[in-house]
């Protein structure tokens, strides 16, 4: 079988380990004669998994214990909703900072359910950067940012400072991918379908003060209380993903934690942009260097047919998943924990090879 090198943005690549020990659950999970895709979500066996993925979670991430974690449905875009259902309300208004396309989606959902305005945006720049000035409402319900902007290919290096006003942050493609203060923040959430499991399960992290101020008025599965409540059980959660994570969790701490996580993600960054960097210009990645995202990021070539060309060729080399989407044509690679340096390496060098033979 042809090894792949995956640089897809979402599902993005897995640990082979992983994936092997899940193969052999699939028959038989754990001795329970059922396969895990059988397994009741009110069996003690699943139970044991579900708390175990949550207090993994907690002791990567060193989560306080004022903290929830949830495990839900619908994808980060359902948390675009979900966070202003729950905290906006009567005269609140929220603060957003625009960052690319995911950013721009989540300000968009927060008008459909009450007050939301810009706080900073890089929009007219064409999102090539974070904007470090913020003009904020102090009396705003809490700010919202988008971490890392997979199609854009920016990230947050360092988190802004909101002073009293909780922040919320949409994690979706760089949850995991280090070490960060849980603490600082009143929300985080993210879908795991980039470092951490298939798609289907998104984690949010809702710290008690902030589960305080959110409205009880709402749909039953659209409120934060009640997923608090029922231990993210109150409907059936969608327990392969949650073992999947799991499973990855344990991979994570194997490998060293989440320190062992940001040297490689950082070591492989590091190689793809001085690839970028050194090309005199063949390359060309158009983000400021403080804001380059770790884990996509993004180029282009000196003609779209010539972009064309080396995404078609570099397929043929196994190496998938280069092409970026329209709102920013060009190349993107995705280089989410489980992707190795080997793999980047294999890009770098036939970059090189490329540039030397059409450049």
Excluded at 98 to 117: C, F, H, P
Excluded at 137 to 147: L, N
Aim: aromatic content about 10%; hydrophobic content about 35%.
């Amino acid at each position: 079988m042809t090894h792949i090198h995956n640089f897809f943005p979402g599902p993005g690549a897995l640990p082979k380990q992983v994936i092997e020990r899940v193969k052999a659950d699939i028959p038989e999970f754990n001795g329970t004669g059922m396969s895990l895709f059988e397994l009741s979500h009110r069996s003690p066996r699943y139970q044991e998994v579900h708390d175990d993925a949550s207090a993994r979670v907690r002791r990567l991430l060193d989560v306080p214990e004022n903290f929830s974690v949830l495990w839900l449905q619908g994808g980060g875009s359902m948390q675009f909703a979900m966070v202003p259902m729950n905290l906006l309300g009567g005269d609140k208004s929220a603060d957003y900072v625009t960052t690319g396309t995911w950013s721009q989606r989540a300000i968009r959902e927060a008008t459909t359910v009450g007050r939301a305005r810009e706080a900073a945006s890089s929009a007219p720049d064409n999102f090539n950067y974070v904007p470090k000035q913020l003009d904020l409402d102090p009396d705003a319900a809490y700010v919202h940012i988008t971490a890392n902007n997979t199609i854009q290919g920016t990230q947050y290096h360092q988190y802004p400072d909101t002073g009293d006003v909780p922040l919320v942050a949409d994690m979706s493609s760089d949850l995991m991918w280090r070490p960060f203060d849980v603490s600082r923040f009143g929300i985080v959430y993210g879908g795991a379908h980039k470092n951490l499991g298939p798609a289907g399960v998104t984690i949010v992290m809702i710290r008690d003060d902030i589960l305080e101020r959110c409205r009880r008025d709402l749909p039953t599965l659209l409120s934060y209380h009640t997923h608090v409540k029922y231990n993210s059980m109150f409907n059936t959660p969608v327990t392969f993903a949650i073992y999947f994570v799991r499973y990855t969790l344990q991979w994570i701490e194997e490998q060293g934690g989440l320190v062992e996580m940001e040297r490689r993600n950082r070591a492989k960054a590091k190689l793809l942009y001085e690839t970028v960097d050194e090309s005199g210009g063949f390359y060309r990645c158009p983000i400021k260097p403080e804001d380059r995202s770790v884990m996509n990021a993004v180029f282009n070539l000196p003609t779209p047919e010539l972009e064309n060309t080396f995404i078609t060729q570099a397929e043929a080399h196994a190496m998938m998943g280069l092409r970026n989407l329209p709102m920013r044509p060009g190349c993107r690679v995705s280089m989410y924990n489980a992707v190795s340096l080997d793999s980047v390496q294999v890009l770098a060098d036939f970059m090189k090879e490329f540039q030397r033979t059409h450049g």
